[in-house]
């Protein structure tokens, strides 16, 4: 599975998936990577796996996204439904959406936003 890393002083996330790395974990991590000197190849190297440009505005969004959508799902919700998102910035969100729905094998659903 392909992983999407972005860390920064500004936004700090990294998503594996169902994994969110929180800034506390984040921060150790960068620290033993400082000591080991391999701070600057981490940071070339989030640049190469998650451009500046494609990131979800808020950490918390993406789970809060698959938690409802997973509810959905158990309720038997998204087969009357599609799913619409308003606002849309640069995409993340709207994305992580319909790929947490293909995970959940509904194929169904449309996407409008």
Do not use: C
Not at 32 to 55: D, Q, T
Request: glycine share 8%; no cysteine; charged share 20%.
């Amino acid at each position: 599975m392909v992983g999407h890393v972005r860390a920064g002083w500004k936004f700090t996330v990294i998503l594996w998936g169902d994994f969110i790395m929180s800034k506390s974990v984040r921060t150790r991590i960068g620290r033993i990577l400082s000591v080991l000197n391999l701070r600057n190849f981490a940071r070339r190297l989030e640049k190469i796996l998650m451009p500046e440009w494609f990131r979800p505005a808020d950490t918390s969004t993406p789970l809060a996204v698959k938690k409802a959508l997973r509810i959905a799902v158990e309720n038997g919700l998204t087969s009357q439904g599609d799913y619409y998102e308003f606002g849309i910035y640069r995409g993340y969100t709207f994305w992580f959406a319909q790929k947490v729905m293909t995970e959940l094998g509904n194929l169904s659903m449309r996407f409008i936003g």
